[in-house]
């Protein structure tokens, strides 16, 4: 069960909160202050609307800093799909004041001082972060405002860098699974851009001019259109102080943040597609339509997919697993900021065919849909997820990585509420929630069907290396 | 045989710009060895270490009962031994144990390596004593039922057959066979050879192993987080009491060269990416004197992105998402240096030249003061970084004991780092490894061998 990770993590245990308390804002001139919930503070730069969360957090001496822009796959065109991630590599490529020349770039930088560092993509999302001691978070919020507009952008680096994105793709291609996933997305949604993957479509990663790439960063990288996060050992105050020292100068995005005004047309009946490629195990992928992560049966879908999936005690566990029909099975329920899919992935055990192991999968679901679930199995899963919960808050990175995602999906406090959420999941909403979206008419089926050549090419003895 | 049983990864997990360090957190603690009581408990080494994170205990252990200690006659027994753990034990089945686990939303799993069989928990403060409780009977009394274990034989099989489609695996696999002689702990023997002792097991054999193997001798239990230390060995002393047996931890001898092919081609079909191996044995172990000199080499040449491999062979040249060096398999054993690679099969051959180039530098020139320096702050913060979590400390502390050490070695390791010099730096380089000797591995859709 994947996305409880995203689902289950709350600060009120840690900071013995409930939702409604609020702490005392920071007062510091040049900011608005919006609202606490969770011990998180929510501010919003006046010059500029940056919107900024606070959590201090002093059990060591280190900080997590992290920049969130509200823009992901979910964004991007025919042309320019992958573009988002590729931009997020260039975004490393140095500006005019920090660069690997200089010997100041970011990994530089971050490498020197033992930081953990990165960046991410995803359908409505790109983030960059660092955890690292907090003498050097100026430093850090320097280079990470500056290239928020002065990024160099250059095609001599579009072009090295797409190559290492194309790997990258390629790495991607050789999972099978990896690629019948993208065909249930892109057969599920004919219209809204979740139909691509995050890395894109090949022929875009390689074609994509750099001027649209920067036509993209002039449109979506500006402080209006971005979060910035700060957790660990800060005094909140002079936090502030350093995002409006070196944020605080950049203008607002000059034209409004284009929307997303695309819907995907009403699916009006089951849709099946099928992978064939060299490989060893089958796998039955079904997906659904479900609501935005936003949606108050959120809660009770993850409810239900534990139930599914998580653990031995769980339904198809016991009708597949333990009955060798497959080696795995697991629910992903998408969480994202509009409506996406939960899929069951039954990876297949060897000598089990496809069809034995759809059916058997959708008895069992239809099985749950009519005869509920029990009080016992509503239990056992809430308490599964609360524990991921606590488990979730080990460590300032982990907690900005998980309010990352809630972030995204566009309401941060569900990231302190959802909990308490859970916890009031009955059986009847987790029959209800199974009627509701669990449809025929609404699914999806994919088949990874392994193909052997009918000979494997005779390896050709080849000189031994110089 | 250490196979992932999980099937695939979720879908559309975030494209990161590199994907190993996208999931560690951050603490600085001081002192450390002095904060950690350690105690034998009923034959067992107990470590416990209480931090101020909030409800979570997170366990870690292992004892000897790896693959390199199977029997002559069937090389799959530890593995099926380590696999039935979580199958039932003589008081209860499966399912009644993983009840009383996902009641609490605890967790805990076994898995068995070349070395250990080892075991990984987690769980809410209140739930410590049943965690320990569930941790003993299972290693204890596991039920070794028919049924289960006709189960996990076929589960067995199928995720080796899944593995297979992995390019990665196929490489490492390639690589641990040209590398190490058959009988060495790092050797992995082929899945054909698996499989078929997989056919042949019984569960005699499981139940022989298990006597044999199996207790506190040299049991290493670490528990991590917001725990009672008086009460952890109140638990552990109650649930593991009267049990007797198990062996002390083996000393294997160093590997012998082999005549293996330098250069092999593993044909996969279908893969737009090869995995690509260059290295060799290493003749060291983690905790050799010469082995934390050839660590900081190595971590110049391929680690991070100002590595020499990630600056040249892609953010340079454009030819690889990941590339990098390391020093591996050597804690209980001498262990192997090998860089790991992906190449598209058009790029194939000129990443290979890159990576050669780089290499050769590396080894002719050696590494710079700067960069030494550079390398030093880099790798004792990140160190640094590792202990953040009760996973990342529980980890250090089981790897502590495992190499050797002394737990004031999680102290002294950045001192140790920074008596480095930079003669000691390329004399390492130098006498341990030698490029005109290196085994290449190429595993996918590899051009040379596609025809």
Redesign the interface.
């Known amino acids: 069960m994947?996305l409880r990770h995203f689902l289950s993590f709350s600060l009120l245990?840690?900071l013995g909160l409930s939702a409604a308390e609020t702490a005392a804002p920071a007062a510091v001139d040049g900011f608005h202050y919006v609202k606490t919930v969770g011990g998180i503070s929510e501010y919003t730069l006046e010059a500029n609307g940056l919107d900024v969360l606070v959590l201090p957090e002093h059990?060591?001496?280190?900080v997590?800093f992290m920049v969130t822009y509200h823009v992901g796959s979910r964004n991007e065109v025919t042309g320019t799909t992958g573009a988002t991630?590729l931009l997020?590599?260039l975004m490393?490529k140095g500006t005019p004041n920090f660069n690997r020349a200089k010997g100041n770039s970011v990994?530089?930088l971050l490498?020197?001082?033992?930081?953990?560092?990165?960046?991410?993509?995803?359908?409505d999302r790109t983030n960059y972060f660092a955890?690292?001691?907090r003498e050097h978070l100026e430093d850090y919020i320097a280079i990470e405002a500056d290239r928020m507009r002065n990024l160099w952008l250059r095609e001599s680096d579009r072009?090295?860098?797409?190559?290492?994105?194309?790997?990258?793709f390629?790495?991607g291609?050789?999972?099978?699974?990896?690629a019948l996933?993208k065909e249930i997305?892109a057969s599920a949604y004919v219209a809204q851009p979740y139909h691509h993957?995050?890395?894109g479509w090949r022929s875009d990663i390689e074609n994509v001019p750099i001027e649209k790439l920067r036509a993209f960063y002039d449109v979506f990288y500006w402080p209006d259109n971005a979060t910035v996060t700060i957790i660990?050992d800060v005094d909140p105050a002079a936090a502030l102080g350093l995002v409006k020292k070196y944020y605080g100068a950049i203008p607002k995005a000059p034209k409004p943040i284009p929307a997303i005004y695309t819907e995907e047309p009403a699916q009006s009946g089951p849709r099946r597609v099928t992978v064939k490629?060299?490989?060893?195990?089958g796998?039955v992928g079904i997906a659904y339509k479900i609501p935005s992560g936003r949606h108050s049966d959120t809660a009770a879908l993850n409810v239900l997919g534990a139930i599914l999936t998580?653990?031995?005690?769980s339904r198809l566990y016991r009708a597949l697993?333990?009955k060798?029909l497959?080696?795995?099975v697991?629910a992903?329920v998408g969480f994202f900021h509009d409506p996406s899919l939960a899929?069951i992935?039954a990876?297949l055990?060897?000598g089990a065919k496809h069809a034995d192991v759809e059916k058997i999968t959708i008895d069992e679901v239809e099985r749950l849909k009519s005869g509920g679930v029990t009080a016992a199995e509503v239990?056992?899963?809430v308490?599964?997820?609360?524990?991921?919960s606590?488990?979730a808050?080990?460590?300032?990175?982990?907690i900005a990585?998980n309010l990352n995602e809630y972030i995204a999906v566009g309401d941060w406090t569900l990231y302190v509420t959802i909990d308490d959420a859970i916890k009031k999941v009955t059986a009847e909403d987790v029959k209800r929630v199974a009627n509701t979206y669990l449809l025929e008419d609404q699914s999806t089926t994919g088949w990874f069907i392994?193909v052997l050549?009918p000979e494997?090419?005779?390896?050709?003895p080849?000189?031994?290396?110089k | 045989m250490n196979l992932s049983l999980s099937a695939f990864r979720p879908r559309l997990s975030a494209l990161c710009l590199v994907s190993a360090v996208c999931l560690l957190g951050a603490v600085a603690h001081a002192q450390i060895a002095a904060n950690i009581v350690r105690a034998r408990i009923s034959g067992i080494d107990v470590i416990a270490y209480q931090t101020g994170v909030r409800d979570v205990v997170t366990f870690r252990g292992s004892l000897p009962a790896g693959d390199s200690l199977a029997p002559p006659n069937n090389l799959a027994i530890p593995t099926l031994v380590g696999g039935m753990l979580d199958k039932g034990t003589t008081t209860e089945d499966k399912f009644a144990i993983a009840q009383k686990l996902d009641a609490v939303g605890a967790e805990l799993s076994f898995a068995v390596d070349s070395t250990t069989v080892t075991f990984s928990g987690k769980c809410l403060r209140k739930d410590m004593p049943l965690v320990i409780g569930l941790l003993a009977e299972q290693l204890r009394s596991p039920a070794f039922s028919e049924e289960e274990f006709a189960k996990l034989k076929k589960q067995t099989a199928g995720s080796l057959q899944r593995a297979l489609e992995n390019t990665g695996y196929r490489a490492g696999q390639a690589f641990a066979e040209a590398v190490y002689p058959p009988g060495h702990p790092n050797y992995i023997p082929t899945t054909e050879a698996f499989l078929a002792a997989l056919d042949t097991a019984t569960v005699a054999d499981l139940r022989a192993f298990h006597a044999k193997y199996y207790g506190p001798a040299a049991l290493t239990v670490v528990a991590v987080g917001d725990l009672d230390v008086e009460d952890l060995k109140a638990e552990i002393a109650k649930a593991f009491a009267g049990w007797t047996g198990g062996v002390a931890k083996p000393v294997y001898p160093k590997a012998t060269p082999t005549d293996a092919d330098r250069d092999q081609s593993v044909f996969m079909p279908d893969k737009p990416n090869v995995s690509v191996i260059i290295g060799q044995t290493s003749g060291l172990k983690y905790s050799d004197p010469d082995a934390i000199s050839l660590r900081i080499a190595t971590t110049i040449l391929g680690s991070g992105f100002t590595g020499r491999l990630m600056a040249t062979v892609r953010d340079k040249e454009g030819l690889t998402y990941g590339i990098g060096s390391k020093l591996t398999n050597d804690t209980f054993a001498d262990g192997d240096w090998r860089i790991v690679a992906n190449f598209a099969p058009s790029l194939l051959e000129q990443g290979l030249a890159s990576t050669r180039r780089e290499l050769k530098a590396w080894y002719e020139q050696g590494v710079t003061p700067a960069e030494l320096a550079r390398t030093k702050t880099n790798l004792s913060g990140s160190f640094k970084v590792s202990l953040a979590t009760t996973d990342g400390l529980a980890n250090a502390i089981l790897a502590t004991v495992h190499r050797g050490y002394d737990l004031s070695w999680l102290d002294e390791y950045p001192q140790k780092l920074d008596a480095v010099t930079l003669d000691q730096v390329n004399a390492a380089i130098k006498k341990h490894l030698n490029p005109d000797n290196m085994v290449l591995i190429k595993a996918g859709t590899v051009p040379t061998a596609a025809k």
Do not use: C
Not at chain 1, 159 to 168: A, D
């Open positions: 994947k245990p840690v059990s060591a001496p280190v997590t991630h997020e590599h490393f990994d530089q490498e020197r001082v033992g930081a953990v560092y990165n960046a991410t993509t995803w359908l955890n690292l001691g072009r090295p860098e797409m190559t290492v994105v194309r790997n990258e390629e790495i291609e050789n999972n099978p699974i990896q996933d997305y993957s995050t890395i660990g490629r060299a490989g060893q195990l796998v998580s653990g031995k005690n697993t333990d060798n497959t080696t795995g697991s992903d899929i992935y990876s055990a060897p239990s056992s899963a308490n599964q997820l609360l524990a991921s606590a488990y808050r080990d460590g300032a990175f982990a990585s392994p050549p494997a090419p005779a390896p050709v080849v000189q031994p290396a």
